[in-house]
C-alpha cells in the first residue's frame, strides 16, 4: 500500500501564494536567473491562482507533492527547450530549479525542524500499536474512555486465554446458527434455489478455516506480552472439513510439560553441634537431575544467598536440601551431613522465603536445625491452571480422592485435564475437554472431602470435581470454561447469595471480576458486555463500522483519497473474518460510502473504486473471488444500483475533467476512471465492452464538456457583457482574449489529458471542434461589428491559425476552414488597397522625388521597397493553411512586387534622361548626387528583386515565373546599360570639346600660324603659360573629380567599374579618331604636349581606378601610344627640347 501524503488546506495554499508572491516581487534571498523567473512567473498565474486547483485543495485531495510534480512536470519542456550550455547538464538546471522551488516552498521555515514531525507522522500512518488503534477506534465509533475502560475489563481483553476462548466459543456459535438455519430452513433469498444448500456448506468452510487456522499456531507464551495474531485467511475455493475432534483421542506423550525451578538458600539457623570455625555448606537438587552446591561458610555465619535454577519435567517434582560440614579425619572419603530438607513444591506454593525443619540424625544435637530457603516454580505457558481437586467419573479417576491436577493446552483448539502422581513426567489420566460443559454444581451425598464442587458434563460422560475453597474453584470453572470453549457462563452459587443491589454493600471477599460487573450494570454498560456475538445483526454494524471509519480518514491529516490507512484495513479484515461478514456486501458498502464522497466533490482514486467494483462484479457474476459462490437477491439488487450510480458518476467526472482532474492530479486518475468506465460498461466479467459503444459514451461527455469548459471559460472572461454593450475595438481586443484563454485551455487538456485519451484522439479532436464552434459565435458577432476595411483583426487570425495549424487534428478542420472563409476576403481586399496605394505612392513620388541619397536609395524607392516587404512579411506571417490559396497570394504579391520594381525603373530612367539632357559638356561638368542616387535606386531595386519577387512554388509555375522575373532583371540590366551609356557619352562630350579646342593648332591654319607668332614675339619679353597644360590639367581634373564623386556616392562597385572601363574606352576611342584624322598632319607643339598629358593622366588614373590591364593596353590605347610617340620623337629631332620635360615615357619626375 502506498504512503498517503499529507493534505493541503486552504490557508496553506494562501501561505504558499504569498511565498511566490514575495519572490516574485524580490522580496526573498533566493537568487535566480531570468529563465527560472519566467518558469516561477508561469507556474504562479497559471497554476497557483487557478480556481481549479483552489478546489482540488478544498476537497482534501491535493498534497505538497501534487505541486511540486506539476512544477517539476512544467519546467522540463522549458528547459529541454534551453539552448546547450558547454560545462552545464540539463539535468544540473532542473536539479537546480526544483531545489529553489522547494526554498520557496518552504518560506522561511527550517527544513530540519520539519523532518522529524513529517516522519513521525508518516510512521504513524503505517504502524500503530495496539493501544493506538484502540484509541483510534474510540474517536472512530464516539466511545469515551471510561467506557473503553469498562469494557475491556469486562471482556479481559488483557487475558489472552479469554480471548482465545471467546474466539472458540463464537466460531462453535456460528456452526450452531448454521445448522439451526438448515434446519428450519430460513436461509436469506438467492438468485438460484440451488445456492440454499451451497450457502451452508459456506458458512461451515469459513468458520472450520477459521478453526484450522487458529489450531495451526502455536500456543501463545501467555501474560502480558500476548498479542492475539491475525487469523489467516485462504483464498482456496475448496471446502475444509476438520472433522470431530472428538475422533482424534490424545495420547499421554502428547501432553508435554517443562517447568522452570529456582531454589535460594539464605541461611541455616540452631546449628549448634559443630565448631564455629569448621566449614559448612548445602546442596540442592530436584530428584532425578543434577546436584548444585553452594558456597563454603563459616559455621558460625552459615547464611549464602545461592541460587540454583532447575528444569523439570514433572508437575510434582521433590526438591532435596542437604547441609554439610567437612570432615577432618584422615580416613573420612565423604564430608558429614548435618541435616536435610525434602519439599514438594507446586506452581502455587509459596515464592516469599520460609523458614523448614530439617531432618537430622539421631543423637544430634541440632534438634532445633532450620533452613530459610525459597522455592519459586514457574508453570509453563501451556499451563492455565494447576492444583490439588478431589474427583470423581465414569470413564477416568473411576475413585473418589484427592489427585494432582493440570489443565494443559495442547494446541489452539485442544485441551486436557491431567492428573499426575509425585515425579512422574506422563499424567497418570487425562480427559479432553472438547465437548465437556463446565458448572458449579451442589455437594455430592456420599463424596467426602472437599468443600467446592463443581463437574464437566457431556454426553454419557459425567465428572464431579471438588476444591478446598470457593476461590480456587472460581478460578478452576474460568480457566475450564475457557478451554471448552462454551457459550454458557456459569455463575457462582456462592456469588448469587451473597450478591445485593440494593444494599449498598459489597462483601470484602467480592472479586474484581464481580466489582466491575456491578460497576458497568450502574454505567448502563451490561447490555453490550452480555450480547452475544453470534446473536448480532454484523452486516449492518460492520457497515456503520466502515461508514464511521471513511468518515474519519477523510477527515485526516492525510489526501488518502478513500483510502484506508494499514491500521484500519486490519481492524476491518480481522471484523469480517471473525463475524463472517460476506466480501461483496463489504465492498458494496464500501463502494456506495465512496460513490457518495465523490458526489459530493471529494476526491476518490478511481483504482480504488475499479478494485471494490471488479470483486462485486467477479462475485455476482459467480466467478467467486474469495470463494464464495453464493449470491443474494440484496446484493444482486445492491450491485445494479451502485453500478447505475457510478456509472452516472464517472459519466459526470469526464464531462468535468478539467475540474475534476485539474492539472492531471491526482496522477494517473483520468486514466483510471475511463478504465473503471470500461469496467462498469461491461455486461458480464468476461464479455469486454464495444470499442463503438465505449467510444459512444466518451464521446457523449467530451461533447458536454466543451459546452461547460466554454461557458466557464467565457464566465470567468466575462465576456457576455462585453460582447452586448462594448465599443468594437473592446470587442475585439476581449474576443482576442477569450481565443489565447481557449488556446490555453486546450494546450492544457493536450499537456495534462491527453495520455488519458490517447485510444479516442479523433474524440478529442471533436471536442476541440466543439469547444471552437462555441467560440466561433462570439468571434463572429465581434468580427461583424467591426467597421469596414478594418484591419484591426488579422492578429486574432495569426493568433488562431498559428495554434490550429500545428495541430494536426485540429488543422484545415470546421473551425479552421471557418476561420479561413471568413479571413480570405479581407485579405484579398487588403492586397488589392496595398497595390492601389502603393501604385499611387510610386506616381506622387516620383513626380515630386527629389532625389537626395536616403539609405540606399531615394525617398520614393525606399518606401516602395519598405511597404512591398512589409506586405510581404505581413502575409508570410499569415502563414495561410491552404497550400492553393496561399500560393496564390505569393504568387499574387511577387508579381505586384516586380510590377512596381518595373515602373519605379522606368521612372528612374526616364528621370536620368531628363537629368543628361540638362547637363552641359564642358570640363566645368560635375556629376549631381542625384544621379548617383538614380544608380542607387537601380542598384537597390536590383537586390529587393531578389526578395521581392523570387517565388518558390513548383515547377510548373516556376518556369513560367523564372520568365517574367528574367524580364525584370533584363529590364534593370538595360536601364544600367543604357544609364551608364548616357553617362559615359556626356563624359565623351566634354573630351570632344577638348579635342575641339586643339583642333585650332591644326597645321596650315591661319589660326594656328597667328597663336604661334603671337606666342614667340611675346615671349621675347615676359614668361609666356604653356597653353596646352591648362587644357589638359583642366581636363585631368574633370575626369578625377567624377570619378571621385561616383566612387564615393555610387554604392555598388560593379557598375561602377564598368563605367570606368566605357569611358576609359570611349576616350581612347575619341582621341584615336581625332588622331587618325590628322596622319598626314603634323601635330603642334601644343597638340602633341596636351595630348601626352592627357593620355598619360588617364592612362595612371583609370588604373588607380581598378581599371584591368587588359583594357587599359587595348589596340586603340596602343595606336594612340604609338602615334605620340613618333610625333614626340619627330619634335625631338626639329626643335630640340621644345616638349619642356613632356614626354610619352614614364618619368618619377612628373607632377601628379
Known amino acids: 500500500m502506498s504512503r498517503r501524503q499529507q493534505k493541503l488546506n486552504r490557508q496553506q495554499l494562501l501561505t504558499i501564494k504569498e511565498r511566490f508572491q514575495a519572490f516574485l516581487s524580490g522580496e526573498t534571498q533566493i537568487v535566480a536567473d531570468e529563465a527560472f523567473c519566467n518558469a516561477i512567473r508561469s507556474y504562479f498565474e497559471v497554476f497557483l491562482k487557478s480556481d481549479r486547483v483552489a478546489r482540488l485543495v478544498q476537497s482534501g485531495g491535493c498534497s505538497a507533492n501534487d505541486f511540486r510534480e506539476v512544477f517539476k512536470k512544467n519546467i522540463e519542456k522549458r528547459v529541454r527547450s534551453l539552448p546547450e550550455i558547454d560545462g552545464l547538464s540539463k539535468e544540473t538546471v532542473l536539479s537546480s530549479w526544483i531545489a529553489k522551488f522547494d526554498a520557496i516552498y518552504r518560506g522561511e521555515e527550517d527544513l530540519r525542524k520539519q523532518l522529524p514531525r513529517m516522519h513521525l507522522n508518516a510512521v504513524s500512518e503505517l504502524i500503530l500499536s495496539k493501544e493506538q488503534l484502540y484509541e483510534m477506534f474510540q474517536h472512530i465509533l464516539g466511545v469515551k474512555k471510561f467506557e473503553h475502560q469498562l469494557l475491556y475489563n469486562a471482556c479481559q481483553l488483557d487475558n489472552a486465554d479469554e480471548q482465545a476462548a471467546q474466539i472458540r ?180 506454593s509459596p515464592k516469599s522465603p520460609e523458614l523448614h525443619k530439617m531432618i537430622v540424625p539421631k543423637n544430634s544435637q541440632d534438634s532445633e536445625l532450620r533452613i530459610k530457603l525459597a522455592v519459586r516454580m514457574d508453570k509453563p505457558p501451556n499451563t492455565k491452571h494447576c492444583g490439588y481437586l478431589y474427583a470423581l467419573g465414569q470413564k477416568v479417576w473411576k475413585r473418589w480422592k484427592r489427585r494432582y491436577f493440570v489443565l494443559v493446552q495442547v494446541s489452539q483448539y485442544t485441551f486436557a485435564m491431567c492428573s499426575y502422581r509425585e515425579k512422574k513426567s506422563e499424567p497418570q489420566e487425562l480427559m479432553q475437554l472438547e465437548g465437556y460443559t463446565v458448572d458449579y454444581t451442589d455437594p455430592q451425598p456420599g463424596l467426602t472431602g472437599g468443600r467446592a464442587f463443581f463437574n464437566a458434563v457431556k454426553e454419557g460422560d459425567t465428572v464431579v470435581f471438588a476444591s478446598d475453597d470457593d476461590q480456587d474453584r472460581n478460578i478452576w470453572v474460568q480457566a475450564m470454561c475457557r478451554a471448552t470453549g462454551q457459550s454458557y457462563k456459569p455463575v457462582a452459587p456462592t456469588l448469587a447469595q451473597k450478591h445485593n443491589f440494593k444494599g449498598g454493600n459489597l462483601h470484602t471477599d467480592m472479586p474484581m471480576s464481580q466489582l466491575n460487573s456491578e460497576r458497568t450494570q450502574k454505567l448502563g454498560m451490561d447490555e453490550f458486555i452480555a450480547a452475544d456475538p453470534c446473536k448480532c445483526m454484523h452486516t449492518a454494524l460492520f457497515q456503520v463500522l466502515q461508514k464511521q471509519t471513511l468518515q474519519h480518514r477523510m477527515n485526516d491529516s492525510f489526501s488518502c483519497l478513500g483510502w484506508f490507512s494499514p491500521g484500519q484495513v486490519f481492524v476491518l479484515d480481522e471484523y469480517c ?59 444482486k439488487e445492491q450491485f445494479e444500483d451502485i453500478k447505475s450510480r457510478l456509472l452516472s458518476l464517472l459519466e459526470n467526472q469526464i464531462v468535468h475533467f478539467r475540474y475534476c482532474f485539474p492539472f492531471g492530479r491526482p496522477e494517473g486518475a483520468l486514466k483510471a ?114 467597421p469596414q476595411d478594418s484591419w484591426d483583426s488579422f492578429p486574432l487570425f495569426q493568433l488562431l491559425n498559428n495554434y490550429l495549424r500545428n495541430d494536426t487534428l485540429l488543422c484545415n478542420g470546421k473551425f479552421h476552414k471557418h476561420l479561413q472563409d471568413y479571413f480570405i476576403p479581407l485579405v484579398i481586399r487588403y492586397i488589392d488597397l496595398m497595390e492601389s496605394s502603393i501604385a499611387q505612392s510610386i506616381h506622387r513620388g516620383f513626380e515630386q522625388e527629389t532625389w537626395q541619397p536616403v539609405n540606399n536609395g531615394s525617398t520614393t524607392s525606399e518606401d516602395l521597397f519598405w511597404k512591398l516587404d512589409a506586405l510581404q512579411m505581413f502575409v508570410c506571417d499569415l502563414h495561410w493553411p491552404e497550400p492553393e490559396f496561399a500560393q496564390h497570394l505569393e504568387q499574387r504579391l511577387k508579381l505586384m512586387a516586380s510590377d512596381m520594381v518595373e515602373a519605379s525603373v522606368k521612372r528612374t530612367r526616364i528621370a536620368f534622361d531628363a537629368k543628361m539632357q540638362k547637363a552641359n559638356k564642358s570640363t566645368d561638368y560635375r556629376i549631381s548626387p542625384s544621379v548617383c542616387t538614380m544608380f542607387n535606386v537601380l542598384m537597390d531595386a536590383k537586390k529587393q528583386c531578389t526578395k521581392l519577387c523570387v517565388l518558390d ?86 575626369v578625377r573629380q567624377n570619378q571621385d564623386i561616383l566612387r564615393d556616392k555610387v554604392i555598388e562597385d560593379m557598375y561602377i567599374e564598368k563605367l570606368f572601363d566605357q569611358w576609359y574606352t570611349s576616350s581612347m576611342k575619341a582621341i584615336c579618331v581625332w588622331l587618325t584624322d590628322r596622319l598626314d598632319l603634323q601635330l603642334h607643339m601644343y597638340q602633341l604636349k596636351t595630348l601626352i598629358r592627357i593620355v598619360k593622366k588617364s592612362y595612371r588614373d583609370f588604373r588607380l581606378q581598378s581599371v584591368l590591364e587588359g583594357t587599359l593596353n587595348n589596340k586603340t590605347y596602343e595606336t594612340v601610344y604609338n602615334r605620340l610617340t613618333v610625333e614626340e620623337a619627330t619634335v625631338s629631332v626639329t626643335n630640340g627640347s621644345d616638349l619642356q620635360g613632356i614626354s610619352m615615357r614614364d618619368s618619377d619626375e612628373e607632377e601628379g
Open 169 to 348: 466459543r463464537e466460531l462453535d456459535g456460528r456452526l450452531q446458527l448454521a445448522d439451526q438455519m438448515a434446519k428450519e430452513r430460513k436461509y436469506p433469498k438467492f438468485v438460484a434455489k440451488e445456492m440454499e444448500i451451497l450457502y451452508i456448506e459456506e458458512l461451515k468452510s469459513s468458520v472450520n478455516l477459521l478453526m484450522a487456522n487458529l489450531e495451526s499456531l502455536p500456543v501463545s507464551k501467555g501474560g502480558s506480552e500476548f498479542k492475539l495474531q491475525k487469523l489467516k485467511r485462504s483464498q482456496n475455493s475448496s471446502f475444509l472439513d476438520i472433522g470431530d475432534e472428538n475422533d482424534t483421542q490424545l495420547s499421554k506423550s502428547d501432553v508435554v510439560l517443562s517447568f522452570t525451578l529456582e531454589i535460594v538458600i539464605i541461611e541455616v539457623q540452631g546449628l549448634r553441634s559443630v565448631a564455629p570455625n569448621r566449614i559448612v555448606y548445602c546442596t540442592m537438587e530436584v530428584e532425578g537431575g543434577e546436584k548444585l552446591q553452594t558456597d563454603q561458610a563459616e559455621a558460625s555465619r552459615p547464611q549464602w544467598g545461592t541460587q540454583g535454577d532447575f528444569t523439570t519435567t514433572h508437575p510434582l517434582p521433590v526438591v532435596k536440601v542437604k547441609l554439610f560440614t567437612e570432615s577432618t579425619g584422615v580416613l573420612a572419603l565423604e564430608d558429614k551431613e548435618l541435616g536435610k530438607v525434602v519439599l514438594y513444591p507446586t506452581p502455587n
Open 577 to 635: 473474518a471473525r463475524y463472517g461478514v460476506r466480501g461483496c456486501h463489504r465492498h458494496l458498502c464500501y463502494l456506495k460510502e465512496l460513490t457518495e464522497y465523490a458526489e459530493n466533490s471529494a476526491v476518490i482514486d478511481p483504482t480504488l473504486l475499479h478494485y471494490s467494483f471488479a470483486f462485486c462484479a467477479s462475485h455476482v457474476h459467480g466467478n467467486r473471488p474469495d470463494g464464495i459462490g453464493t449470491v443474494t437477491t440484496e446484493e
Open 673 to 786: 476512471t475511463l478504465s473503471l468506465l470500461e469496467r462498469v460498461l461491461m455486461k458480464d466479467i468476461s464479455t469486454p465492452v464495444l470499442p463503438d459503444d465505449m467510444k459512444k459514451v466518451i464521446r457523449k461527455c467530451l461533447e458536454k464538456a466543451a459546452l461547460i469548459n466554454y461557458s466557464r471559460l467565457t464566465e470567468y472572461a466575462k465576456i457576455e457583457d462585453t460582447m452586448n454593450q462594448a465599443a468594437p475595438a473592446k470587442k475585439l481586443e476581449d474576443v482576442m482574449r477569450l481565443g489565447e484563454l481557449c488556446i490555453e485551455v486546450l494546450q492544457q487538456n493536450e499537456e495534462h489529458h491527453s495520455e488519458a485519451f490517447a485510444w479516442w484522439p479523433e474524440i478529442m479532436a471533436e471536442h476541440a471542434e466543439i469547444f471552437w464552434s462555441l467560440y466561433a459565435v462570439d468571434m463572429d458577432a465581434s468580427l461583424e461589428a467591426q
Open 953 to 1038: 512554388a513548383g515547377q510548373e509555375f516556376g518556369k513560367q515565373w523564372q520568365q517574367y522575373h528574367s524580364k525584370t532583371d533584363d529590364l534593370i540590366e538595360e536601364a544600367f546599360k543604357e544609364m551608364i551609356s548616357l553617362l559615359v557619352s556626356k563624359f565623351v562630350a566634354v573630351l570632344e570639346g577638348v579635342l575641339a579646342k586643339l583642333s585650332r593648332y591644326d597645321e596650315g591654319t591661319l589660326f594656328s600660324s597667328i597663336l604661334s607668332f603671337t606666342v614667340k614675339a611675346a615671349a621675347k619679353y615676359v614668361d609666356v603659360p604653356n597653353p596646352g597644360m591648362d587644357l589638359a590639367d583642366t581636363y585631368i581634373t574633370f
